[in-house]
């Protein structure tokens, strides 16, 4: 969907911070949340965070949320090879448990 | 439990040919719905449920019919195949609305 916005590539190297950015133009989302896709498989749910919070910190991953920018960005420190992947933003859309995604950013990280 | 399972894992159709993508999940969520992955376009919403008997029209429903018989199963019909439905077929459950467990994808090929 176009109102959830990301970049589609990012390359790091382990060791190195990675920051994912999405932009979002519904400000009335209650909840955003990130996605991570390994090659081949499926999205699992990483981590969400509410939108009346400005930060979520959960080991390794950070989430910042910005809703005057209606920003949302990924954080995850000590990026190792393992977290090579595809990370999609969402948020809710209408009711009824759907959900909008953005078009994923392919991070690589390089040894 | 098996999660979400879809079958097949790959499928090539030729244009107008009809078949339906399987989907089961065993972890008795009221929430059921499909998304289509295309590169750089992030997962679209098909079709979806909020439980047995009930179901919705998504944000790209156009070519797809969908039912939900029982609570586990929810199968995606493909009427009439044309190119423009290769993509890779997503499958997801979910109890709490937003927190969506996906299946490992079916990728459809249509000549």
């Known amino acids: 969907g176009e109102d959830v916005e990301q970049s589609l590539f990012l390359s790091v190297r382990e060791g190195d911070s990675s920051v994912i950015n999405c932009t979002y133009t519904?400000?009335?989302?209650?909840?955003l949340y990130w996605y991570k896709q390994e090659p081949g498989a499926g999205l699992q749910l990483l981590t969400y965070i509410f939108s009346n919070m400005d930060m979520k910190q959960d080991q390794r991953l950070t989430v910042l949320l910005n809703k005057k920018d209606k920003h949302l960005s990924l954080r995850i420190a000590d990026t190792q090879t393992g977290d090579s992947a595809i990370y999609f933003c969402a948020r809710p859309y209408n009711q009824g448990g759907k959900l909008i995604f953005g078009q994923g950013t392919e991070l690589s990280v390089k040894p | 439990n098996a999660g979400v399972t879809q079958t097949p894992k790959f499928q090539v159709l030729k244009t107008g040919q009809s078949m339906t993508l399987q989907c089961a999940q065993d972890?008795?969520?009221?929430?059921m719905s499909w998304y289509r992955q295309d590169p750089g376009m992030g997962l679209r919403l098909i079709h979806y449920?909020?439980?047995?008997?009930?179901?919705d029209q998504g944000e790209v429903p156009n070519g797809y019919n969908v039912s939900r018989s029982t609570t586990e199963d929810f199968p995606l019909r493909l009427l009439s195949a044309a190119p423009s439905q290769t993509s890779v077929y997503f499958c997801a459950s979910a109890h709490d609305p937003y927190e969506q467990y996906f299946g490992p994808g079916t990728r459809l090929t249509v000549t």
């Open positions: 519904d400000s009335s989302s209650t909840y």
């Open positions: 449920s909020v439980g047995a008997g009930i179901t």
């Open positions: 972890m008795n969520h009221e929430y």
